[in-house]
């Protein structure tokens, strides 16, 4: 009889925890479905203030872009009584600390304008045109994509069957140093012109070969030219983002700082 005495006391001491648990996470409860509902009601806003960013920012300095979102689209919104969430910041809608963080050990500089690039380059589905004159932005495209990036340049020889390879496996591709106006055999791939066979199969001509579109295959574009005037039609079609130099000097200094002071 003692021993299942003590059995149900143990039962009910345990029975007695999980009521209490419960009790703790019913507040959590509560207070996530409150943020969710706030969180609902200006997500349309945040959104629509994240896809401007992403679209139209890349191709501007630091003082120019906080100009735009921060002192004209979102009065704007506010304007038009479109909900956004108090204290908004595009960059934060777009990626979290662990995006950063994970960007930072990948070579990307710590600074504000060079995460802003870094969560463009990974939202948007037109293809990233970098503003590049260092290559900081090339140099982390490397070490993020490692051996899957298959790098190009439209001087070489034998860059159209690398090209035609990665859009048949979906590897991305990397296209150095263009320039203003871009070689017209890759207008399919820059328009995303998909042949959509009965069969169900999606093709896409590039000169004068046919080759299977794979969905997973991306494009980057880098120029050196600071001072660049692209065609409107190519600007439809990328989404340009200049890598700064504040980016450069932040980059060498976290490069000179594990020279001088090893992690242990």
Sequence with gaps: M????????????????????????????????ASFQERETTLVGDSMLAAAFVSYIGAFNQKFRQGL????????????????????????????????ARWKNEGLAADRASLENGAIITS?????????PQGQGVKWLRQR??????VIQLSHKKWLP?????????????????GEELEATIDPIMSRAIIQRASG????KIGAEEVAYNDNFRLFLQTKVSA??????????TCAHTVTTCGARARSCAVQWRIMWPPK
């Design 2 to 33: 003692e021993a299942e005495a003590a059995a149900c006391q143990d039962r009910l001491g345990l029975a007695k925890r999980l009521v209490e648990g419960l009790a703790d996470e019913n507040i959590r409860w509560t207070k996530s479905i």
């Design 69 to 100: 979102w921060k002192d004209l689209w979102i009065p704007d919104l506010a304007n038009k009584q479109i909900p956004l969430t108090p204290q908004v910041d595009p960059l934060l809608v777009l990626a979290a600390d662990s995006d950063f």
């Design 124 to 132: 948007c589905t037109r293809w990233p045109l970098m503003i590049d």
């Design 145 to 150: 994509l490692a051996k899957d990036l298959k």
């Design 162 to 178: 690398t090209l035609l390879a990665a859009v048949s496996a979906g590897d991305p591709v990397l296209i150095e140093g263009v």
């Design 201 to 204: 199969a999606r093709i896409i």
């Design 228 to 237: 660049c005037q692209y065609m409107q039609q190519t600007h439809a079609r």
